[in-house]
């Protein structure tokens, strides 16, 4: 595997144990359809919230989350839906988040997590 692959692996993983860690119950991870991937699904409280992670080792290309484009936001929007479809729920309100994670040198991410961004 390469390593551009694993540190993504273990970013998202990282993520995952972070949205735990703060009340989220994840449903879903890297969850595909036709339209694409959602990297995580989870809810916090009564709210779907739609996870997109980028995991970075530097910022020599900007932070993790500046990755994140606008054609992104809207594809996420549509994804929800395609998710919300397939799983036969319904929820009041559905939220997408950026968890940007950056490789910290003594090992483990720091983490920005930002929420309701489209």
């Given amino acids: 595997m390469r390593a551009k692959d694993v540190l993504g692996r273990d970013g998202e993983q990282a993520a995952v144990d972070y949205l735990e860690g703060a009340g989220f119950r994840v449903l879903d991870r890297n969850w595909r359809c036709a339209e694409g991937e959602i990297d995580i699904v989870a809810v916090e409280r009564h709210v779907l919230v739609v ?15 500046e990755a994140v484009s606008r054609a992104k936001y809207r594809r996420l929007r549509r994804l929800a839906a395609c ?22 040198n003594a090992g483990g991410y720091t983490i920005e997590h930002i929420r309701g961004v489209g």
Avoid: M
């Avoid at 996870?51 to 989350?65: D, Q």
């Fill in 51 to 65: 996870c997109e992670v980028k995991t970075r080792s530097g910022t020599r290309y900007g932070l993790p989350a």
């Fill in 83 to 104: 998710w919300l479809n397939a799983h036969g729920v319904r929820f009041g309100q559905v939220r997408i988040d950026v968890l940007g994670l950056l490789q910290a």
